[in-house]
């Protein structure tokens, strides 16, 4: 599975940064459901903001949420931040809508980070407003 | 003659409760964590059973295992429609135990945080296998533009799951109606208030239309 961080140590981010990972379209669309929560949750553990430029089904979206309940520990860990927009009334999310092709809903920009360092300051169809600190 | 005819009827009762009789829907009540979800599900639980399904809490969490209550029969207009109902514990992203510091115990705020997280791993695996339907419960007072409602609403249509929304908390006065229609314009948006029974006609003709 390709790692989304930086293997080199001489690279690797400034203790008083914040690292953000933007993965593409094209980097996600090999990988299994559990390889893109895998590598979500491993870059979150380390602190890290991710950025997916197509974001994830509402299948894997579903799974991100379980696979995360099971890894939240007591003052480890507490959970993720994660924001999409909200859809948009034009959008056609109908089954004749998906099964015409029309899945612009299904690809959207989303960004995850630790719970305890990202906060959403405003959130509108067009618009993510995110407040990220260092831990 | 006697015994033959007690063993036909007896096949018979079988074989109708197998191939005629319709298994009662599975209905889901979701929604984030203090929607009032228990509130709905012991209203319409009460109202029809007689009994409750589970403890209401205004601590965060309160229910933490989904909990079904069996063959709830619902009458509208002379005809009889009979559903299970499913609490299920709130749906989040995070929890953290410090939360509830303020009102228990440091042990008991870990317990209840970590017990937390398996009753929302709970929920969504029902969510993926195991319902029929579902009743998507906001606090109406509150904004509903948020990523757990976004991503739980995007969640359900992609199964096909029938969904009703319901904007609970009419009676408080920050409750506003419209902004959960305008959020979720593609999906019907009932009011009501579970806690103090308002608009309870509606609700229950609306879940006999959807779900019947």
């Known amino acids: 599975m390709p790692e989304a961080t930086n293997a080199d140590d001489s690279d690797s981010p400034d203790s008083d940064g914040v690292q953000i990972d933007l993965i593409s379209g094209e980097r996600m669309d090999n990988m299994a459901t559990m390889e893109k929560i895998r590598m979500i949750l491993d870059g979150v553990h380390d602190g890290n903001i991710v950025i997916l430029e197509e974001g994830l089904t509402p299948d894997e979206e579903s799974r991100l949420i379980e696979v995360t309940m099971s890894e939240i520990s007591p003052d480890e860990f507490n959970g993720i931040e994660i924001e999409t927009y909200p859809k948009s009334e034009t959008r056609d999310s109908s089954l004749l809508g998906r099964i015409m092709g029309n899945n612009e809903s299904e690809t959207k920009l989303t960004v995850i980070g630790p719970a305890n360092q990202i906060e959403t300051l405003h959130k509108d169809e067009t618009l993510i407003s995110a407040l990220v600190s260092r831990d | ?212």
Request: proline share 4%; glycine share 6%; aromatic share 6%.
């Open chain 2, 1 to 212: 003659m006697g015994l033959f005819t007690e063993l036909k009827d007896s096949i018979s009762r079988v074989t109708d409760r197998l191939f005629s009789e319709q298994e009662p829907k599975r209905i889901g009540i979701y929604g984030p964590p203090n929607a009032g979800k228990t509130t709905l599900a012991n209203r319409i639980a009460r109202d029809w059973t007689g009994d409750a399904i589970g403890t209401e809490s205004h601590v965060p969490h309160e229910t933490r295992r989904a909990r079904r209550k069996e063959n709830v029969e619902i009458e509208r207009d002379g005809k009889t429609v009979t559903i299970d109902i499913v609490d299920t514990p709130g749906v989040t992203t995070k929890v953290d135990y410090e939360e509830f510091t303020d009102e228990m115990e440091e042990d008991d705020a870990i317990r209840r945080s970590r017990e937390a997280t398996e009753g929302v791993a709970e929920a969504m695996h029902w969510l993926r296998e195991d319902v029929d339907g579902v009743v998507y419960v906001l606090d109406s007072a509150e904004d509903p533009i948020t990523q757990v409602n976004t991503m739980l609403i995007g969640i359900i249509e992609s199964r096909d799951l029938p969904v009703l929304i319901f904007a609970n908390k009419i009676d408080l006065d920050d409750s506003s109606i419209k902004r959960i229609e305008d959020a979720f314009p593609q999906h019907k948006t009932i009011p009501l208030s579970a806690k103090e029974g308002d608009n309870m006609d509606e609700v229950y003709d609306s879940i006999a239309e959807y779900f019947g």
